[in-house]
């Protein structure tokens, strides 16, 4: 399993970040993730199966037919919040980057009702989107 870091905790919620998406585990159940993977199709399926509560990667140059960021729309279908940030503002592999310097290039439709649009800091994302998941308690 990959290291993981925890940089915030608001109530039982947590901001997660981790170098690859294999670090997803239902112990981070309910929380934030942001990791430094692609958001493809196999991390939608790893994000929905860990009931995350909610994802930021890197949206991997978006590649051919979006494949790069196809786990968005699979997160949107179970509610969960999801976004990229731009493959040129953060390095792939490397969630601090992800969290550090990333720039949202693209959300789900469920992270936009929370208020996270593309342009924000990955870092301004997650902190929006921790707040939402405490304010819930889901």
Do not use: W
Request: hydrophobic letters at 40%; aromatic letters at 2%; one cysteine or more.
């Amino acid at each position: 399993m990959a290291g993981t870091t925890i940089i915030k905790q608001l109530g039982n919620r947590k901001i997660v970040v981790a170098d690859s998406a294999a670090g997803m585990d239902e112990k981070f159940k309910g929380d934030v993730f942001v990791d430094g993977s692609h958001c493809g199709q196999n991390v939608g399926e790893m994000t929905i199966h860990n009931k995350m509560g909610a994802m930021i990667g890197n949206d991997a140059g978006m590649g051919k037919n979006k494949a790069g960021i196809a786990a968005l729309k699979m997160c949107d279908e179970h509610g969960i919040p999801a976004a990229a940030v731009a493959a040129m503002s953060a390095k792939i592999g490397d969630g601090m980057s992800t969290y550090k310097d990333g720039q949202i290039s693209v959300a789900n439709e469920t992270a936009k009702k929370i208020g996270v649009s593309a342009g924000m800091s990955a870092k301004e994302a997650a902190d929006k989107l921790l707040e939402s998941l405490a304010k819930s308690g889901k």
